[in-house]
């Protein structure tokens, strides 16, 4: 059970759809489907996500199955059962299989100490839709996903979604938004046509709660973080318990 303060108000407001915002963390991350599964419990839509980092692979995966996998089911179920796809992909996945050790003559200091390439090859896998003969972009799902990277040759935040290029390949931008500095290479992915050198997305906001409030300004935003002190775990919770997650932050829509 989340009892944060974003969960107890909710309750209390009888929440019926919110926008989500998923933030970073490393392998921390995947506890983010525990609050993917507890919004479905509680019957609470999700009519956007913004992720970053861990947070866009876990976004990203629960998008897909939900658009793609399970869109002909009603919206609690169509939740249930991404969340439990995205749950059961996490568990069986051996996160040593991503070590391609990056032996490039300009060192990992600089670099990153792994390729990625493994990883993105696995995202590419688990982002293939039956019905197209190519990875999953933005424009083909039917769900309102961001993911944010950082434009390393700037310094700015990029936006990704359907609205900035609805052509960008989804397992990319995962890979984009994941480039964690000193851990992974950076890679280059071309946006609106042009090449766009990225970064982690942590590096510009590790929990894009402000960009997740402006997808509907109308609904109240939940932000589920891992880079802030929370408190401790209740007594035998399970280790998929969203409580690991701090989902506390909690924003009313805005009012004209």
């Known amino acids: ?10 309750r209390h407001t009888q929440l019926q759809k919110v926008n ?30 913004v992720g970053t980092s861990i947070g866009a692979l876990v976004g990203s995966l629960y998008t897909f ?17 991404a969340a439990g796809a995205v749950e059961q992909l996490c568990l069986a996945s051996d996160l040593s299989n991503f ?32 019905r197209l003969n190519r990875p999953v972009s933005f424009g083909d799902l039917a769900f309102d996903l961001t993911l ?11 936006i990704l979604n359907t609205d900035c290029d609805p052509h960008v390949p989804i397992h990319r931008a995962v890979r984009a938004s994941s480039s964690i500095q000193g851990l992974f290479k950076d890679i280059t992915i071309n946006v609106s046509g042009k090449p766009v050198r990225c970064w982690d997305g942590g590096t510009t906001g ?36 969203p409580r690991n997650a701090h989902c506390a932050s909690w924003c009313a829509p805005a009012r004209s």
């Open 1 to 10: 059970m989340i009892t944060g303060e974003a969960m107890t108000t909710a």
């Open 20 to 49: 989500l915002a998923l933030g970073g963390g490393g392998a921390r991350g995947f506890v983010h489907v525990g609050v993917l599964l507890e919004l479905a419990e509680r019957g609470i839509e999700i009519g956007s996500i």
């Open 65 to 81: 199955h939900r658009s793609e996998t399970y869109g002909h089911l009603p919206i609690k179920e169509s939740q249930m059962h």
């Open 99 to 130: 070590r391609d050790i990056n032996w490039a003559p300009i060192g990992w200091l600089r670099k990153g100490a792994l390729k990625g390439d493994k990883l993105e090859e696995w995202l590419q896998k688990n982002l293939w839709p039956e």
């Open 148 to 158: 944010t990277a950082t434009d390393a040759d700037t310094g700015d935040a990029l």
């Open 206 to 241: 590790n929990c894009r709660f402000d960009i997740a409030l402006k997808r509907d300004s109308t609904l109240p935003t939940i932000a589920c973080t891992l880079t802030r002190v929370s408190d401790p775990m209740p007594p035998g919770a399970p280790s998929w318990h």
